[in-house]
Nanobody, 124 residues
Framework: VQLQASGGGLVQAGGSLRLSCAIS????????MGWFRQAPGKEREFVAA????????YYAESVKSRFTISRDNAKNMVYLQMNSLKPEDTAAYYC??????????????????WGQGTQVTVSS
């Protein structure tokens, strides 16, 4: 299974970006999909996830109401729509795939496949 993240870039505070994650080797519907981010000098942190079954979504408190995770099973893609971006959202963003049980959905341990990061930089 390979994951390819894209869509990062430089944006002003208050702007929007949409990250994409293409999955190959398995169908996206086989996995719970997540987005994580890591800023320089900080640990990787959970951003959002969409469950394998049912499609329920989960968000970190810091991004709730600003970010939206979605997936397109037909295109084998996962997206992260990011609105009202803040400088503190600056980080490398990673997509991940796993068969996470609910208790591990917000932890790196809940995912087995990872894409490379895509950099998001928000200027003030």
């Amino acid at each position: 299974v390979q994951l390819q993240a894209s869509g990062g870039g430089l944006v002003q505070a208050g702007g929007s970006l949409r990250l994409s994650c293409a999955i190959s080797g398995r169908t996206v519907s086989s996995y719970t999909m997540g987005w994580f981010r890591q800023a320089p000098g900080k640990e990787r942190e959970f951003v959002a996830a969409v469950r394998q079954s049912g499609g329920r979504t989960y968000y970190a408190e810091s991004v709730k109401s600003r970010f939206t995770i979605s997936r397109d099973n037909a295109k084998n893609m996962v997206y992260l729509q990011m609105n009202s971006l803040k400088p503190e959202d600056t980080a490398a963003y990673y997509c991940a795939a796993g068969n996470s049980i609910l208790s591990s959905i917000a932890t790196s341990a809940g995912y087995v496949h990872w894409g490379q990061g895509t950099q998001v930089t928000v200027s003030s």
